[in-house]
């Protein structure tokens, strides 16, 4: 085999793999932030000793080391790779879930409740807290999940109306509570926050918490399900083709359904996990905290895989995590949604990778026959 | 390279302080997402930053080098980018906001050797953070009582006046308590009506109920609702077109400019001044001066910290005396105004049936 096919084989294998397609998005991505540092006139080593830092804990301006910026990292990464595996959930099934956002909220709402007026048991007053925010996440989910289903409502549309409700009746039910102001409620008791003094003292003080196993425990489940199960069976068969599903005897309404109540608990469980481990009361929530939006951004990074969601929510809190000490860098602070915002367009543009390998294989395929009739 | 200058440059103030020269502190302003072009809170303390070094909004020469701000994205990045901040070891780290005193008040004992400003909160309690507080029913008495002035002069019947709040909260109460004191003490007899937006961004929601009130016999309001005041602004601009004697109130800077519909003409009355960036200004002197120290230090008329505007011609030489009069008698002692509905109430200062919230 010459040089040239050979070349061309690589070629044809790193577009065809989806992982090696989602590497060189992120890579190119971060190529187009770097040329735009050097656009504006700033030096881009800022922007790579600020992810070092992130990353490492190591500050190389200063010459010294903190591990709490690694642990503040895990941190940002927990409720973005959630709401990724409530995006990549639904999107297994063929379901676009734009409501995450509005999944997060009422998930975060519940977790203040029980947190506010639960037993104050340790261990199990957080416990029930994020069951209680997986319920309700789930509940918030599993409507939009049974609309579609039953009467074919399109769940984008449902999942951005139910995004509002679940914004302004968080607010209104949050300040219902005695004792709350526009802003925030009283304190939570110690015994419903997530934080743990070991991983405190490990991090250097960071707020990493107990939601750093919520995330590992959700990964594993959210690839039991999809790989392992009869369910998870049915919602792939369903996600690649509906019909073929129906035909062969799945239950779509019911399938549909428990994907979106599923999906919606990941992302509730992100809200309680931010809301007690981040927190030391609850919020009356002045706007958006967009982990529910970034999180579609994570799925499609991550291909819909548990592994891959998993990887691409560090990479996406590593991004947020790392902007104040870029912008501490003179470094702007939008950079790191330029990069971000072009890793996901270039990861739309997979649709283009495959039209050109299509090509690619049947001009390959016409070289082969003409050498083959020589 | 221009590391290389920076980290000389730090060296050199580390020395200078050591040496007892009293050189330029090096500064950070945290912000939330809304960022330092705000045009409110956080514009107002980053202008007391660039005034204190010499620079201005064009030319941030010294930016990165002594100064710099860092924006939060989402609430939940408040802590890390105020330790963040100690970690650098900023001279004077400047935040503004109550929703920022709960990671104040968590972060600051951390750091001991950190000095710490914050505005608009009294209850961090922590030695090494100074907190500044304003005195907004003073300037809000003030804008109150030239409005009442000026209705005299025109010589409207019965003028009724309105007030626009964003979020209710002790602070908006201040503003609102004192604007109706001050015009009561004018007119004693003379109606309210006030609205809370619920929010801070919402001008259409200011601009439709100010449209309402003028139409029902509303001649000033004042609005105390950040962007959304807006709103109240634009529909008196629209109306005095019309040829309609209506005002709007401006409020935190002198909002004369925004209210400009021909020539000199502008519907903005006066502006109820409230000079964040003297307090950023006077904390980053006190740093370089070393007499920095915690507690709460008030900002009222008598240091300036606030007070009324008068570039709007049609607010008459005979009002502009009388109100600096009045102006005189608070900071004499002379006039005293209740700062909380529930006292203003209680003095039967202020009707009983006001939105206003004291928590």
Redesign the interface.
């Known amino acids: 085999m010459n040089q040239r096919s050979l070349n061309k084989n690589l070629l044809d294998r790193l577009l065809s793999s989806d992982k090696a397609i989602s590497i060189s998005v992120v890579l190119l991505g971060f190529l187009c932030g770097t040329l735009l540092v050097v656009a504006v006139g700033r030096n881009p080593w800022g922007m790579y000793s600020a992810m070092l830092q992130t990353l490492t804990g190591l500050d190389l301006t200063r010459g010294t080391w903190n591990v709490r910026y690694v642990g503040e990292w895990l941190n940002a990464s927990l409720p973005l790779i959630l709401c990724g595996l409530s995006m990549a959930f639904a999107a297994r099934t063929g379901l676009f879930n734009i409501g995450a956002e509005g999944q997060y909220i009422v998930g975060l709402t519940a977790a203040q409740f029980v947190a506010l007026f639960g037993p104050q048991i340790s261990v199990l007053h957080w416990l029930l807290a994020l069951l209680a925010a997986a319920i309700a996440g789930g509940f918030w989910g599993g409507v939009v999940g049974w609309l579609k289903a039953k009467f074919s409502v399109s769940e984008v549309v449902a999942t951005i109306m139910l995004n509002y409700v679940a914004f302004f009746a968080s607010r209104w039910l949050t300040m219902l509570i005695p004792g709350t102001n526009t802003y925030r409620t009283p304190s939570f008791p110690a015994t419903a926050r997530l934080s743990d003094p070991l991983i405190n003292q490990l991090t250097n003080g960071s707020r990493l918490n107990l939601g750093l196993f919520v995330v590992i425990i959700s990964c594993l489940v959210f690839w039991f399900i999809i790989e392992k199960t009869k369910l998870g069976f049915e919602l792939r068969a369903t996600g690649l083709n509906k019909d073929a599903a129906r035909y062969a005897g799945i239950n779509i309404t019911k399938g549909i359904t428990s994907s979106m109540i599923i999906a919606g608990a990941f992302a509730g469980l992100a809200g309680a996990v931010v809301a007690l481990g981040s927190f030391s009361y609850g919020r009356v929530l002045g706007g958006n905290d967009n982990y529910g939006f970034n999180g579609i951004a994570v799925a499609l990074v991550g291909n819909s895989t548990a592994g891959g969601t998993m990887i691409a929510g560090l990479l996406f809190g590593m991004l947020a995590s790392a902007q104040p000490l870029m912008q501490s860098r003179q470094i702007p602070k939008e950079v790191t949604w330029i990069i971000s915002g072009l890793v996901v367009i270039f990861i739309s543009l997979r649709a283009a990778f495959r039209i050109v390998l299509d090509k690619r294989a049947k001009k390959r395929a016409a070289e082969l026959k003409e050498r083959s009739d020589e | 390279m221009?590391?290389f200058f920076r980290l000389m440059i730090l060296t050199g103030l580390v020395l200078a302080t050591v040496a007892g020269v009293s050189a330029q502190p090096s500064s950070r302003l945290l912000t939330d997402?809304t960022g330092i072009d705000d045009r409110s809170f956080n514009q107002a303390a980053w202008k007391g930053i660039l005034d204190f070094y010499g620079d201005s909004w064009t030319k941030m020469s010294k930016?990165?080098k002594f100064y710099?701000?860092?924006?939060?994205?989402?609430?939940?990045?408040y802590?890390?980018?105020l330790?963040?901040a100690s970690?650098?070891q900023y001279d004077l780290v400047i935040v503004t906001g109550?929703?920022w005193s709960?990671a104040l008040i968590?972060v600051a004992p951390?750091y001991p050797k950190q000095k710490y400003l914050i505005v608009d909160v009294d209850w961090v309690g922590q030695p090494n953070v100074m907190e500044a507080v304003y005195a907004e029913h003073e300037g809000s008495y003030l804008v109150g009582v030239a409005a009442a002035l000026k209705a005299v002069e025109d010589k409207v019947a019965n003028p009724k006046f309105g007030f626009i709040g964003g979020?209710?909260?002790p602070t908006i109460t201040k503003f609102e308590v004192g604007f109706i004191q001050g015009v009561r003490s004018i007119l004693p007899k003379a109606e309210f009506v006030d609205y809370y937006a619920?929010d801070w961004g919402k001008p259409e929601l200011a601009k439709a109920q100010a449209k309402n009130w003028y139409d029902s016999g509303v001649y000033a309001i004042f609005s105390a609702a950040g962007g959304t005041g807006n709103g109240t602004i634009a529909q008196a601009k629209e109306y005095r077109v019309q040829g309609k004697n209506v005002w709007a109130i401006g409020v935190d800077s002198d909002q004369y400019q925004d209210g400009i519909y021909s020539g000199t003409k502008s519907a903005v009355l006066t502006s109820m001044l409230k000079r964040v960036e003297t307090s950023t200004l006077v904390a980053l002197k006190a740093v370089q001066a070393g007499s920095f120290s915690g507690g709460v230090v008030t900002f009222d008329t008598k240091n300036e910290g606030v007070g009324f505007s008068t570039t709007n011609p049609e607010l008459s030489k005979a009002i502009v005396n009388k109100v600096e009069a009045v102006k005189k008698d608070i900071i004499a002692g002379k006039v005293t105004i209740a700062p909380t509905y529930a006292e203003a109430k209680a003095k039967g200062l202020v009707p009983s049936n006001l939105q206003a919230?004291d928590?």
């Open positions: 221009k590391r997402a930016r990165g710099d701000v860092l924006t939060a994205q989402t609430q939940d990045m802590i890390p980018n330790m963040q970690d650098e109550f929703t709960d968590e951390k979020i209710p909260s619920n919230s928590n």
